[in-house]
């Protein structure tokens, strides 16, 4: 099983590495994006804890994502001293579009092998996505 992940996780960072360099952005912007997508809004330290890196680092791929016209910066409404980070409509276009590839290349392999049970598939990766989620807060806390 930790094989078939490996080559499903490869699979996925080398797509989402072309989908990258077609928007102009790296990989890390792109899951920033994927990120504030899931979420509707972000503050930045909400970002940078989800993504392990520094305030610092957050702060320059926002910067590069609002010149991109991907991510913008919105006031918070309860807190003066933070911002909430939404995407833009370009951002919704392009993280939307993304969605759409990886959707059609796993469909792919449902169009090849009928005897699969999408549904039961999702199910399936839902539960070792939110088993790999709880180890590794585990994992965090120890």
């Known amino acids: 099983m930790a094989s078939a992940m490996r080559v499903f996780n490869a699979g996925s960072d080398r797509l989402r590495a072309t ?11 792109m899951r920033a994006m994927s990120f504030v997508e899931e979420a509707g809004m972000l503050t930045p330290k909400e970002l940078s804890v989800l993504m392990d890196i520094t305030t610092g680092s957050m702060t320059a791929m926002v910067d590069r994502l609002e010149a991109a016209s991907m991510l913008a910066r919105q006031p918070h409404p309860t807190d003066r001293r933070s911002i909430l980070l939404t995407l833009t409509p ?11 590839v990886f959707a059609d290349a796993i469909a792919a392999v449902y ?8 549904a039961g598939d999702a199910v399936f990766l839902e539960t070792v996505g939110a088993a790999l989620n709880a180890a590794a807060l585990v994992k965090q806390e120890a």
């Open 19 to 29: 989908l990258a360099a077609k928007l102009g952005i790296g990989t890390s912007e």
């Open 90 to 100: 370009a951002g919704l276009h392009a993280t939307q579009w993304a969605d759409g």
């Open 111 to 118: 169009q090849y092998d009928e005897s699969r049970d999408a």
